[in-house]
Structure formats: C-alpha cells, structure tokens
C-alpha cells in the first residue's frame, strides 16, 4: 500500500506544471490515491499526543503558540494506539526517505541550481557544491485557530518545502498557505524572518482540499505565509516534508 502510494504522488508530481508567479511552486491535487488518504484519515492522531513547535527548539522563541507538531521520534512514547503508531511509522519511512527527496531536485531544478551558486560559506562550508549533503524531516503539523504565519522565505538552509493537507471536507478550504509579492517590489529577503503583512500584497491561496498539496523551493523571493485564523473552529492539519541543507561540520 505504502509504495504504491509513492509512486502515485511521484506520478502526481511530476507530471504537473509549476507554477512560476510569484515564485516557482507546484500546488496538486489528488496527490495521494484516494483509498489511501482515506486511511491516513482514519488514523489521524488526537491532540494530546502533539507538543508545541514553539518548544521543540527547532524555530525561534517568537514563533506562534498555536502551531503543534508530531515528530517520527516522538511516535513511540505519545502515541497509544499501536495501529496508528504503525501506520505513520511506515508514512514517514515512505516519504521521508532519498528517494522521495530526489524528486523535488527534478521539479525545481533551475531554482535550486541558483541557490546552491550563491550559497553562503555558513552553509557550503567551501564543499564543492555535487557534495554537499541534503537532509530530508518529515512530520505532522496541526495549527489551531489563533495560527497565521507573516510572509517570509524560510531559513536560507531550507532548500524544498512540501506540505500535503490533510483536511476531512472542504469546510477550512479557505486556510491554505498563501503566497505573496512585497509592495516594494525589489525587496528580497537572505533571512527567513516573518514579515508584517502590511508590507506585501497577497497574490493567491492554495485551496486548503482534501488530499491536495503545495511545494516550493527555498528562495529570497519566495515569500509565503498563512493569513490569520479567524473561524472559531479553525483547524489545519498537514504532513511537512523539509528538503534541508546539512550544515558544514564546524570542526572540519
């Protein structure tokens, strides 16, 4: 089930356009076979057993309160029912292995050739650019109702972005992320901070669907964000998949 499922959204996702304006990325639907999404929905997890990004050390102290994450390490210990264990033990095996990151250097190649040329020295650490290691994280997330997310381009280490929703309906259909263009059209930004929304023009929202997914690469330009939750119940739930550069080895 778990491989046929892969080359299913391999197939999706290769064999779709990208979209270029206002950066290159790729929003696709049906990504997953449908009797599989049917079963990653009835093994969706309960709340308890997710923790607050904000504390996991893995974003910085300013990020929102109301983004919960669910790591692959943090299966065994908070999560009970051992069907639903097995289940995202094997989803996070599928799509976060190599070969799964691979295909994203396929669909945005030009991008990511541009990016690697220019890489700063915290990052290649003066490794020739064929041999600098990717690593690839794989995740659930679940964002509540006080979630938004400024525009900004993510921490120049990120290379891809993947993020399927996994929504039950399309009752939340109008949360999906965002894309945006600054008002000061030449502004680029090298950090990743999040940004005011005052400052960018919102060109369009991927339709948070059943089954559909965004990808993009990591750029200056790419400057994307969740506008604020403002629906009582509002509730995303989506599975990440993070293309990252490894950093140089200090002691190197």
Same mark, same amino acid.
């Given at each position: 089930m778990?491989?046929?499922a892969?080359?299913h959204v &391999?197939?999706?996702?290769?064999?779709?356009?990208?979209?270029?304006?206002?950066f290159?990325? =790729?929003y696709? %639907?049906?990504v997953?076979p449908? !009797?599989?999404?049917a079963e990653?929905r009835?093994?969706?997890i %309960?709340d308890?057993?997710?923790s607050? =990004?904000?504390?996991? /050390?893995?974003v910085?102290?300013?990020?929102? /309160?109301?983004?919960f994450?669910?790591f692959?390490?943090?299966?065994?210990?908070?999560?009970?029912?051992s069907?639903?264990?097995?289940f995202w033990?094997?989803v996070f095996? *599928?799509?976060?292995?190599a070969?799964? /990151?691979q295909?994203?250097? +396929?669909?945005f190649?030009? *991008?990511?050739?541009?990016k690697?040329?220019t890489?700063?020295?915290?990052? +290649?650490? !003066?490794r020739?650019?064929?041999?600098?290691?990717?690593l690839?994280e794989?995740?659930l997330?679940?964002?509540? *109702?006080t979630? +938004?997310l400024g525009p900004?381009?993510d921490?120049?280490r990120k290379?891809?972005?993947? =993020?399927?929703?996994l $929504?039950? !309906?399309e009752a &939340?259909i109008?949360?999906?992320?965002s894309?945006?263009?600054p008002? !000061?059209?030449r502004f680029a930004?090298?950090t /990743?901070?999040h940004h005011?929304f005052?400052?960018?023009?919102?060109?369009?929202? &991927?339709?948070?669907?059943?089954?559909? &997914?965004?990808?993009?690469?990591q +750029? $200056?330009?790419?400057f994307?964000?969740?506008?604020? =939750?403002?629906?009582a119940?509002?509730l995303?739930?989506?599975?990440?998949?993070?293309l990252?550069?490894?950093?140089?080895?200090?002691?190197?």
């Amino acid at each position: 089930m778990f491989s046929a499922a892969k080359l299913h959204v &391999m197939y999706q996702v290769l064999n779709a356009p990208v979209r270029r304006f206002p950066f290159p990325h =790729l929003y696709v %639907e049906n990504v997953f076979p449908a !009797d599989f999404y049917a079963e990653i929905r009835r093994n969706m997890i %309960e709340d308890a057993a997710y923790s607050r =990004l904000v504390d996991s /050390g893995r974003v910085g102290k300013g990020y929102s /309160g109301a983004r919960f994450s669910l790591f692959p390490e943090e299966l065994e210990q908070n999560v009970a029912d051992s069907a639903k264990k097995q289940f995202w033990k094997s989803v996070f095996e *599928t799509f976060g292995n190599a070969e799964f /990151g691979q295909i994203w250097l +396929s669909v945005f190649g030009p *991008t990511i050739n541009e990016k690697f040329k220019t890489l700063p020295k915290a990052l +290649s650490g !003066d490794r020739p650019v064929n041999e600098i290691p990717l690593l690839n994280e794989i995740f659930l997330m679940r964002d509540r *109702t006080t979630y +938004s997310l400024g525009p900004h381009t993510d921490t120049p280490r990120k290379v891809v972005s993947v =993020l399927f929703y996994l $929504p039950p !309906d399309e009752a &939340m259909i109008d949360l999906g992320t965002s894309v945006y263009v600054p008002k !000061d059209r030449r502004f680029a930004c090298q950090t /990743g901070r999040h940004h005011a929304f005052d400052l960018f023009d919102l060109v369009a929202t &991927m339709p948070y669907k059943p089954n559909s &997914m965004i990808a993009f690469p990591q +750029s $200056p330009r790419s400057f994307h964000g969740v506008e604020p =939750l403002e629906k009582a119940d509002a509730l995303r739930d989506l599975l990440l998949f993070d293309l990252k550069i490894q950093p140089p080895d200090p002691a190197a």
